[in-house]
Nanobody, 123 residues
């Protein structure tokens, strides 16, 4: 059974940084697309960033240049470095894993999900 566990969330002031991690168990992440999504109170789940099985990355325009997604297949982990955080980045951040090499921006393309980690950015 595949499990994804996020960690690294917390509270930070605007302009600060956080590093989220996602640890996978139950199968290797090597060769498969992974992504971060987020969900703010009262809003739908929003795409943040993805890294596919070939290490290509894609970012939402709202985070491009501030966030960086990476993966370590040897450790079966994915990370999201978040810099220059803004209050509008406040949300629960979810890690996800697809069953294919390539997956896009839609939550429906990802098959496994973590429980989420809260990120709160104060002004």
């Amino acid at each position: 059974q595949v499990q994804l566990v996020e960690s690294g969330g917390g509270s930070v002031q605007a302009g600060g940084s956080l590093r989220l991690s996602c640890a996978a168990s139950g199968r290797t992440i090597s060769g498969y697309s992974m992504a971060w999504f987020r969900q703010a109170p009262g809003k739908g789940r929003e795409f943040v960033a993805t890294i596919n099985g070939r290490y290509s990355t894609l970012y939402a325009s709202s985070v491009k240049g501030r966030f960086a997604i990476s993966r370590d297949n040897t450790k079966n982990t994915m990370t999201l470095e978040m810099n220059s955080l803004k209050p509008e980045d406040t949300a629960v951040y979810f890690c996800s894993l697809a069953q294919g090499v390539f997956a896009g921006l839609s939550a429906g393309e990802y098959d496994y999900w973590g429980q989420g980690t809260q990120v709160t950015v104060s002004s």
